[in-house]
């Protein structure tokens, strides 16, 4: 599991650590740590050019005190200082006894650079960039210099990813002790490039954090397992209202994904059965209302609903999980969803969860995590919010509180028609077999995301094409690949 904590979190962390500890020790294992990555990335440090970015706070001082290592390499180590009046000041005496110069021209030092160290500002920042780090930030990103940042790209949020205006595009950012959510979600995660932890030392519980993104192993340990004793029942019965006559291709869509989900079998509901059943055979199909359609231990209903809200109050007055997407979160009865006692997962791309609060796609494109934390307590209930780094955060219950999941599978080729119907039947496969909704829905994402890459190989994708690398995406989680 990789964790993220929120800046209080880290903050008040950092004090207790540096209670213990000789001033200034944090900032040089950081320093130290942030060193030898730019050392690795420069490949031979000796002759290299380096320009440090250098803000007026202690993420300039973290820049200098890894100048000063790097010009005693034999680096030629230039810091351009955004505020000659404001800044560490013995970091910078440090960095001038080690060798270093401060740039008189920003512009010219970066023009040269082999590498660019941004310590503009870190988690003190607030807002995007200021106009005074502009002209010297955008010069670096013309440069053919690897830009490295220092514990966040500088102008990202570090609490919620958000980007006002500019900030920094990293190839590298090497961030201090724990993860901040900033560097997980979109925007933020786009302008991190990679990241690299490096331990200071900071000891945080998982109780603390405020985001996780599951790895491999643990949705390894997450995936339903048949034994010997299952039957259709014990895998789960998943049930399928979806499809319209103008839709029926989301139907099939849904179908395919909650087979490949797993699922024991698939009741299927709607006027679509024929195109469902002539493409997978193996699909139980009914025609009259969701609730005579015999035993289901799950409900996925929305895509392709159309305006056809009649199988919606028997699915969400089941005492079973139920999953809401695509028309079904627009035909929904709000009241109806939020007086439901068994789980509940709904599964907006960023236009319908704006819809349902009531404010614009880029608020909520801007704003993520808070849009899914809204959208979770206004519903009481599970809200995957779906997009290149697809968040999903707790209703009550399981998964309440502020932990929310982001999944960093996920590749910009599944923004294609239908994908999201697959998704949809996935994670009620999931929720079918006894997995909680916060799991079923980031398990799920995770899975799709993995389909997704492992059959695009880097071109375009389709919706069929993901259902179909399911199967591959799940061998490969369980056998660790
Ligand atoms: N604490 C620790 O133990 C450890 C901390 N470590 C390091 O310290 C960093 C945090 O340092 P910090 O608290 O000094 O804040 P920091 O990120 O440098 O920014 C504050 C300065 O930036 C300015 N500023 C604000 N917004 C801005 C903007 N948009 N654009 C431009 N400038 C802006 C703001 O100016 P003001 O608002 O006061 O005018 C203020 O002067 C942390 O990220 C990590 O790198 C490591 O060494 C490990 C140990
Ligand atoms: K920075």
Known sequence: MRTAYSVDTVRTAER?????????ALMQRAAAGLAVVCAELLGKVYGARVVLLVGSGDNGGDALYAG?????????????????????RVGLAAFLSAGGRVAESGER???????????????????????????????????????VSVDLPSGVDADTGQVAGEAVRADVTV????????????????????????????ELGRGEGDLEALQHGDVAR?????TGESDKYRRGVVGIV?????????????????????AGAVRYVGPAAGAVVSRFPETLVSEGAPGKAGRVQAWVAGPGLGDDASGLADVLGAEVPVLIDADGLRLADPEAVRGRAAPTLLTPHAG???????????????????????????????VLLKGSTTLVAGGRGEGAGRLARVNSTGTAWLATAGSGDVLSGLCGSLLAAGLGALDAGSVGAYLHGLAARRVSGGAPVVAQDVAGGIAGAWGDVRHGL
């Open 352 to 382: 319908e969860a704006a819809a349902l609060l009531g404010v614009a796609r880029e608020e909520v494109e801007a704003e993520r995590l808070a849009a899914v934390r809204e959208l979770a307590d206004r519903f009481s209930a599970t």
């Open 175 to 202: 961030t201090f002790g724990v993860y901040k959510p900033g560097l997980l979600v979109d925007p933020g995660r786009e302008y991190a490039g990679a990241v690299r932890l490096v331990d200071i030392g900071l």
């Open 109 to 147: 030092a970066l023009a040269g650079a082999d590498l660019v160290v941004d310590g503009i500002v870190g988690i003190g920042g607030r807002g995007g960039l200021r106009a005074a780090a502009l002209p010297v930030v955008r010069a670096a990103l013309e440069s053919r210099a690897v830009v």
């Open 68 to 88: 000063a290592r790097l010009a005693r390499r034999g680096a030629g180590v230039t810091a351009v200082l955004l505020d000659s009046e404001r800044v560490h």
């Open 242 to 262: 979806a499809g319209s006559a103008r839709y029926p291709g989301a139907a099939v869509l849904a179908v395919a994904g909650a087979l490949r989900g797993g």
């Open 16 to 24: 207790a650590l540096m209670a213990r500890l000789p001033e200034g």
């Open 222 to 226: 997450l995936l339903p397992e048949p």
